[in-house]
């Protein structure tokens, strides 16, 4: 008996020390917990963001055209001008006696012109009307003669002389007909013409200069500087004010070359300025340049604005927020768990799986999944594992997914990148 109970007693201890032992050796050999993320359904934005700077898309330098000193500077800056409203008024009392000399030297001219006529003209025509009295007269005489000599009164003769007269008289005719057109385009009245002429052309030139004298707005604009003041001597080419179109303005933004394979025209955007960050407005891209600058490695996008906010003035510097894809509901992981060579590590019965996967959209910390992997399945984030390596998501991933289960939703990131 005593036997029996010292040997239940050793079997005892047996199995507690065997039962010690396997726990020892499961502990030891658990799987570590890994940092790993779910693969989940949620929507995606990719955004590219740039700085921008308002521009009007037309901007014009009014300049002189003429040497003289400025009289008046009609507007101030900030003016809105209406199209042909005087800017720049230059001393004008040089420009306008010339127009008045060119004045008289035209009417000179147009004097010595009529003079001509009415001395060659008229007696030209004179002798045209003789010379077309006497050959219808010796024309008359021809056919009377020639009926008589039909009737034998008169003989070959006297019908000869007749002929002869008429003949005479056409080319009497025909000679002052010659007289008269040379007399209209004679070299007399033709020198008076091309000095009419040449004075018509100095009056346009002495007109055209004196309307210089004043500068008007080609359009209608916005005074954005004056470059000179009155009493000031300028010269051809002087540039005297900057003016900016009244269009629509504009955003314009360098971005960089490599955000180019995602933009492309009608994409939309969202803009704010640092001086009015809560009037957020709208835009568009309107044109992307077709040439990179080689230096700055950067290309030049447009913007329109289909609603101008009063607040934008040229030259203000705005953060342009580009809408380049949209995703509302796509399968997605964090960034951080894609790896090199387009492939994710996963979970498998505790193991860890190389698998290769196929993305799409990428956020500032999400991609889009688009083959490769199922909604629910872990993902390892951080360093890579060997393959067939036994591991278990740590603790606070499984926590972080049954809160993304309660109800989060999820919004994806977006790609963020400042223009140069």
Do not use: C, H
């Not at 960034?335 to 090199?340: D, I």
């Not at 060997?386 to 109800?407: I, K, L, T, W």
């Amino acid at each position: 008996m005593m036997l029996t109970q010292g040997r239940r007693r050793w079997l005892g201890l047996l199995v507690l020390t065997l039962a010690l032992a396997g726990a020892v050796a499961a502990f030891g050999v658990r799987a570590p917990a890994v940092p790993v993320a779910a693969v989940r359904a949620a929507p995606l934005v990719q955004t590219v963001v740039v700085s921008a700077r308002v521009a009007s898309p037309t901007r014009v330098f009014l300049g002189s055209t003429l040497t003289g000193r400025v009289a008046a500077f009609a507007q101030r800056e900030g003016a809105r001008l209406a199209a042909g409203e005087l800017v720049v008024q230059l001393e004008d009392a040089e420009w306008a006696a010339a127009l008045q000399q060119a004045d008289a030297a035209l009417a000179s001219a147009r004097a010595r012109l009529q003079g001509q006529r009415q001395l060659a003209l008229p007696l030209a025509a004179q002798q045209l009307v003789q010379a077309t009295a006497n050959a219808a007269a010796a024309e008359r005489e021809r056919v009377r003669n020639q009926t008589l000599f039909d009737q034998g009164f008169i003989g070959q003769a006297r019908l000869d002389e007749v002929a002869r007269a008429a003949e005479v008289a056409q080319a009497q005719l025909r000679a002052a007909q010659a007289q008269e057109a040379a007399s209209e385009s004679g070299p007399e009245l033709a020198q008076a013409r091309l000095q009419v002429r040449e004075a018509e052309a100095a009056r346009e030139a002495a007109k055209v200069r004196l309307a210089q004298a004043r500068v008007l707005a080609p359009g209608a604009a916005l005074l954005l500087q004056r470059l000179v003041e009155p009493g000031q001597i300028v010269q051809p080419g002087t540039r005297l004010a900057e003016l900016a179109l009244q269009q629509p303005p504009q955003l314009v933004a360098l971005v960089d070359e490599k955000f180019l394979g995602r933009l492309a025209l009608g994409q939309s955007a969202s803009v704010v300025a640092d001086a009015y960050p809560q009037q957020a407005f709208e835009a568009r891209i309107a044109s992307i340049a077709p040439l990179v600058d080689a230096q700055r490695g950067s290309v030049e996008v447009k913007f329109a604005l289909p609603a101008v906010p009063d607040f934008l003035r040229d030259d203000l510097t705005v953060s342009v927020e580009i809408v380049t894809a949209r995703r509302e509901r796509t399968l997605v992981i964090p960034a951080e768990a894609l790896r090199a060579a387009g492939t994710v590590q996963v979970l498998e019965q505790g193991r860890v799986a190389q698998r290769e996967v196929r993305t799409g959209v990428r956020g500032v910390s999400e991609v889009e999944v688009l083959q490769g992997l199922r909604e629910g399945e872990w993902v390892v984030l951080g360093d890579d594992l060997r393959p067939g390596q036994r591991a278990r998501p740590a603790p606070e991933a499984a926590a972080a997914q049954g809160r993304r289960v309660s109800g989060s939703d999820g919004i994806g990131g977006a790609m963020q990148a400042v223009g140069r």
